[in-house]
């Protein structure tokens, strides 16, 4: 097992998340600036495959593929609801 894999994994989910709430700040100010915020998700993104290819074991790829996926599903639904209905 990683730790390398797992660390990267859970840097990738913060960063997608400080994403995502900057996002929605950037949409509510300016559409362009949104637009600017999508394009910065590349970031995370590059950094959950490189985790993926630093998984040495079976539990680790299963982490840094699904389960922080699953969760970073779960965190954008209560994002956007929390910006949007809940506001």
Do not use: C, N
């Amino acid at each position: 097992m990683s730790k390398k894999s797992i660390l990267l994994s859970v840097l990738a989910l913060v960063l997608y998340l400080v994403f995502i709430v900057g996002m929605v700040f950037l949409f509510k100010v300016h559409f362009m600036l949104g637009i600017v915020g999508i394009a910065l998700l590349f970031i995370p993104f590059k950094i959950q495959r490189k985790a993926i290819d630093e998984a040495s074991g079976k539990l680790d790829e299963i982490f840094a593929k699904y389960v922080i996926a699953i969760i970073l599903g779960l965190a954008l639904v209560f994002v956007v609801l929390y910006f949007t209905l809940w506001s």
